[in-house]
């Protein structure tokens, strides 16, 4: 940890960004660990399932774009609050009236996108608190509510044994009503935020091929860590046969190690510097996507690799937004969400070809293979603008690390 961290901003605010964004992250994922029995159920077949696990992460996506022009414009806490709202009484109608039908499935996912936007709310609200220096911590310990992808996985299942995979959606209420009153208590707009500018131009950062750039790494990062946290349960279920409850617990220990390691990737970048380790992650989930895709003979086999792969991801998230601030401090906002939407994008595009591989192949081997192409790719990319990075706007940065 950073020597003076935890004097240089304001705690309670990290706090509930951190709460916010766990619960948050917590329903977004919720139909992952449901999919199993909502599948059988409903009688859906490969794509349907990999399409409405992959759901909440597009609208999620489209939704990071909204709220980062409404975090720069309303603030952050406040955006968050209505966030919270329609996700809360989303939740409480589908439990009500109850969910028959893939359609349903689909506009429930619809919902929960308004729980995937929280990261360009969250983020920010905790950014705006810490100097340079201490960003990538700060927004590491932020982004570490990306764990609230393991409580989905470890309870959403046995409540659904329980009661029903309909109850659970109802259940899901009652954390996210107490995290939105310590929310509203506790959590503070930093001060001199930045101006209110027009529409158009929180697009401006768009002409920067820079934002192009962090848009592809995060997307490969993030939407690597999602999309597998998304489609994990499935996964096991399928392919070794176990029960909703076990594929759970797997899915929720590879979900644990990738969020755990994000405020550690993120304290990483600020020590050794975010390209580096960037570098490192990509190909690290690369080599491991890749075996992956020849077919885990066992369960413990395929459970390590996936814990290694979300370990390299997951610390992936935390090194990309320790660059972020640094060059798009004045832009935080939008960045966060154009950012968060490539995120997205790549979890959406993970779990749905997981499962079109699936219906078309009979396995989802081939969806993994693409995706460790794509790390190539992105690592391909950072190799091309490092040194220009260093070179420019990097060398501006006094004592901090790109």
């Given amino acids: 940890m950073n020597k003076g961290f935890w004097d240089a901003g304001h705690r309670p605010t990290l706090f509930a960004a951190f709460l916010y964004f766990d619960l948050a992250f917590m329903v977004w994922v919720l139909l992952g660990p449901l999919a199993p029995s909502i599948s059988a159920d409903l009688g859906l077949n490969a794509a349907q399932k990999g399409l409405m696990v992959a759901i909440p992460t597009l609208a999620g996506a489209i939704l990071r774009l909204v709220n980062g022009v409404l975090v720069d414009k309303i ?6 609050a209505i966030g919270q709202l329609i996700v809360i009484f989303g939740l409480l109608s589908a439990w009500g009236l109850g ?27 905790a950014s705006r608190w810490y100097p340079a220096e201490h960003q990538g911590t700060a927004l590491g310990i932020a982004g570490m509510g990306n764990s609230g992808t393991v409580f989905a996985a470890l309870f959403a299942p046995g409540l659904a044994k329980l009661f ?32 209110a500018k027009s529409f158009t131009s929180y697009l401006e950062p768009l002409k920067n091929p820079d ?9 490969v990062t993030f939407g690597g860590f999602v999309g597998l946290a998304a489609s994990l349960s499935i996964y096991f279920t399928d392919q070794f046969s176990l029960t909703p ?23 990483l970048a600020d020590r050794i510097g975010g390209i580096k380790t960037l570098s490192l992650v990509y190909i690290l989930a ?7 895709s020849t077919g885990p003979a066992t369960v413990a086999m395929a459970l390590g690799l996936f814990v290694i792969a979300m370990l390299a991801l997951g610390a992936g998230n935390g090194a990309v937004f320790q660059l972020v601030p640094q060059r798009f401090r004045e832009e935080m906002g939008v960045m966060t969400g154009l950012v968060g939407f490539a995120g997205g994008v790549g979890g959406f595009y993970l779990a749905s070809s997981l ?5 078309l192949t009979g396995s989802p081997q081939l969806g993994f293979l693409i995706f460790a192409a794509l790390c190539i790719v992105a690592l391909g990319g950072l190799t091309m603008v490092k040194g220009r990075w260093r070179n420019t706007w990097g060398a501006a940065l006094q004592g901090v690390r790109i």
């Fill in 286 to 292: 690369a080599v491991t996507l890749a075996t992956i």
């Fill in 355 to 359: 499962g079109f591989a699936k219906q």
């Fill in 164 to 195: 029903g995979w309909n109850a659970v959606l109802g259940l899901a209420v009652i954390p996210l009503v107490i995290v939105f009153v310590i929310y509203m208590a506790i959590a503070k707009d930093a001060p001199n935020p930045p101006a």
């Fill in 99 to 125: 969910v028959h039908s893939f359609g349903g499935t689909i506009a429930v996912g619809v919902i929960l996108g308004f729980a995937g936007a929280s990261f360009a709310v969250a983020l920010p609200l």
């Fill in 211 to 219: 934002a192009w750039w962090f848009m592809l790494f995060y997307g």
């Fill in 245 to 267: 409850v076990a594929a759970g617990y797997c899915t929720a220990a590879c979900v644990f190690a990738g969020s755990l390691v994000r405020p550690m990737g993120g304290a």
């Fill in 75 to 80: 603030g952050p806490k406040r955006t968050g």
